[in-house]
C-alpha cells in the first residue's frame, strides 16, 4: 500500500471514532412516562394467599428415593 491511501485509510477511521465517540457522550432523551394504577393494585396479598398446597404428604417429601444398584 502507498503511503498516501494509508493515510487516507487512517484519517477516515481517525473520523469515524471520532462521530461515534461525540454520538455516545450524546445526552439521551428525555422521557416521562405516566402510568395509573388504580388503589386496588396497590394492596398487599391477604395472609391466606401466601399459602402453599403441597401434592404431597410432609413424610413423603421428607424420605430420600432410593438407588438401585
Known sequence: MSRRVRTLLGV???AISIALLI???APLR???RIQDISPSEMQLPTPVSLHF????PLSASLT???VAL
Not at 53 to 56: R, S, V
Open 64 to 66: 430420600q428415593p432410593e
Open 53 to 56: 398446597d403441597t401434592a404431597l
Open 23 to 25: 454520538w455516545g457522550l
Open 30 to 32: 428525555r422521557e416521562i
Open 12 to 14: 477516515l477511521i481517525f
